[in-house]
């Protein structure tokens, strides 16, 4: 894509009748920067081109020389790129919106996402080029709120942010970026003023007043399995009992709205709690049990493998909601293989049973 950045300021910078030194004096720069802007060497930052194109009265589009509708076809293009290889290939993504918010550094849409991308990408271990990254998720999430004004996008970026500087605290061992983290989520929304609650009361089409019970079900069946989780499951504090006890509370709320057997939006977390089931009866001596679930677990993990990219639901609540599943890099059969063999911590005279290498039979098989 060729962008005309530089020979667009030049133009608006001449018809107001401005000299380099006049524009940098305004914006903050130097003149060699709007230079350099000017011959193509170099483009401002991103989170300039609002106030660049504020100035001169123009939207950032056009600052870029960009056709709307080429524009939103490419951008279309880069988003389905994201949906469809997000979980599936997680680099390749990020080298794909890394050049698209070059190639359309205003668009909010792109920039969330690559936002999203790069907190997956670079890892904290990395000092140098973590922080670096930080410095780029903070710079974006203040151009998101500062600049864009679609809600859901604004929403998104500032729970990313939280997640990013709830895991800077827990690297870094400095409790400032936690209490910034408490201080953003406590400026967001709760659950009674989101678009899921409000849509199950708001909306009067039929069809879109069914499908958004459909979808605040699913999503708070969602919810509360992570809260569940998050409340014990990875929490020393609690005992084995607990945890077992709580997972099988979840897996029979499962059972009451998803009777065809497809989970939808909670396969994965009735997978995984099979098979944390399965580990926790192990580690407390109750070997059938711990059989029965993992190998729930794997037949499960065999099934999701085997469903189509969209299939059919005829549970109560979910009729005519289809499921999409969502692709990705290992399949649940070599996920479940990995935290059976590598993971899970089971006694070598239960790795040798007969039984358990069954279960691991299943998942090689598929």
């Not at 000299?19 to 060497?41: D, I, K, P």
């Not at 109750?286 to 190998?295: E, G, I, P, R, S």
């Not at 290992?330 to 005279?349: A, I, N, V």
Request: aromatic content about 12%.
């Amino acid at each position: 894509m060729t962008i005309y950045l530089g020979e667009n300021i030049k133009k608006l910078r001449r018809e107001k009748g401005l000299t380099q030194e006049n524009l940098a004096e305004f914006l903050g720069v130097t003149f060699q920067s709007v230079s350099n802007w000017e011959r193509g060497e170099s483009y401002p930052d991103i989170t300039m081109l609002p106030e660049i194109a504020g100035f001169f009265k123009v939207s950032v589009d056009e600052i870029l020389g960009l056709n709307k509708a080429d524009a939103e076809k490419k951008i279309n293009e880069y988003l389905e790129i994201y949906d469809k290889q997000r979980y599936k290939d997680t680099p390749a993504t990020f080298r794909t919106l890394q050049k698209a918010v070059k190639d359309f550094p205003s668009d909010f849409r792109l920039l969330v996402r690559y936002m999203e991308l790069l907190m997956c990408e670079i890892s904290p271990e990395d000092t140098a080029e973590y922080e670096k990254a930080s410095r780029e998720i903070l710079s974006i999430y203040e151009n998101i709120q500062n600049n864009c004004t679609d809600d859901s996008i604004r929403m998104w970026a500032k729970r990313l942010i939280c997640q990013h500087l709830h895991t800077k605290a827990h690297y870094t061992g400095n409790d400032i970026y936690q209490l910034q983290a408490e201080q953003i989520l406590s400026e967001m929304p709760d659950i009674l003023n989101t678009k899921n609650y409000l849509s199950t009361m708001l909306i009067t089409d039929k069809n879109k007043h069914y499908a958004a019970c459909s979808d605040a079900i699913e999503n708070m069946l969602f919810l509360l399995e992570h809260s569940v989780n998050h409340l014990c499951l990875y929490e020393e504090d609690f005992s084995t009992e607990y945890k077992t006890e709580a997972l099988n509370k979840m897996l029979a709320v499962y059972d009451i709205f998803y009777t065809d057997g497809n989970y939808g939006k909670s396969w994965l977390d009735v997978i995984y709690n099979h098979g944390h089931l399965g580990l926790f009866y192990a580690e407390s001596g109750d070997t059938k049990k711990a059989l029965v679930h993992l190998k729930a677990a794997a037949e499960y993990a065999v099934k999701y493998d085997n469903l189509p990219d969209i299939s059919e639901r005829k549970a109560q609540f979910f009729e005519s909601r289809n499921y999409v599943k969502t692709a990705r890099g290992k399949t649940m059969c070599q996920r479940m293989k990995y935290l059976f063999t590598e993971k899970y911590e089971f006694s070598d005279e239960f790795r040798s049973s007969a039984e358990f290498k069954e279960v691991l039979t299943l998942l090689d098989d598929n």
